[in-house]
C-alpha cells in the first residue's frame, strides 16, 4: 500500500481487523512489483497454502507419536531459497517450518513451485514474533539451537531423537541478536574448506539430515556374500 490516508483508511482497518499484514512501500516498490500493471496503490498478495498455528504443528506431530522436529527460519526473502527448504524440511520428516511475518518471504507461487510439491505436505506458520516463539517452543519441553557459523558447539554432536528446533538466518544477515539470545544454544556446521558458511537451504539440509540419521533406527549391516 502507498499511503494510510482516508482514502485507504477502511481497506487497512478491515485488513488488519482480520490480522492481515499491512505494508506501506514507496512507489518503485509497486512499479516493481507489477510492471505495466495499474495498482491504484494497493497490490495483495494470495499465499499458495493457507497457514497453521504453533498447536496445529504441535498437535500434528503428537498425532504421530514422534518428538517435534522443527524448523524456524529468520528472514529469509528468497522464495528459491524458501522453496528448497520446504523440499528438504517434507523429506526429512520435519513437523512444521515457522517464519516472520514481516521482512520474509510468505507462500508465494514461486515457493510452491519451488518446493516441488512439498508444500501440499508441509505444514508452515507465519508468526510476529520468533522470540516469542521460540519461548512457547521451549515451553512445551522443546530444546532451541541456533545454526550458526561461530557457534562452539558442532551439530553432529547434540542429541536430535527428542523435542528439537533448528533456527536459521536468512540471506546475509544470519540470525538476529534478539533471536539468538532466546535459543537454548547455538551449533556449527563442521565444515573443512575455506568457505565461511553454507547456503540457508543446504545448510538446513546437512543440519535436518542428521537429524534423520540419530531419529532413524540403526541400520542392519549387510556384509557381501563372498562367492563360492
Known sequence: M??????????????????????????????????????????????AKGYCSTDEILEHARRLDEPPFLVILDGVEDPHNLGAVLRTAEAAGVHGIFIPERRAVGLTPVVAKVSAGALDHMRVARVVNLSRLIEELKG?????????PSAPI??????????????????????????????????????????????????VAVTLFEGVRQRSAPAQIQRPIEPE
Not at 140 to 148: A, K, S
Not at 159 to 181: C, K, N, S, W, Y
Open 2 to 47: 502507498l499511503r494510510t490516508d482516508r482514502q485507504f483508511s477502511d481497506l487497512v482497518h478491515q485488513a488488519r481487523s482480520q490480522h492481515v499484514p499491512v505494508h506501506i512501500e514507496p512507489p518503485a516498490a509497486f512499479d516493481r512489483l507489477v510492471p505495466d500493471q495499474r495498482h491504484q496503490g494497493i497490490i495483495a498478495f494470495i499465499a
Open 154 to 203: 558442532s551439530v553432529t554432536t547434540i542429541d536430535m531423537t527428542g523435542p528439537v528446533a533448528f533456527v536459521f538466518g536468512g540471506e546475509g544477515g544470519g540470525i538476529r541478536h534478539g533471536v539468538l539470545q532466546e535459543c537454548d544454544g547455538r551449533v556449527r556446521i563442521p565444515m573443512k574448506g575455506k568457505v565461511a558458511s553454507l547456503n540457508v537451504s543446504a545448510a
Open 140 to 148: 512445551d519441553g522443546v530444546w532451541v539451537y541456533g545454526v550458526e
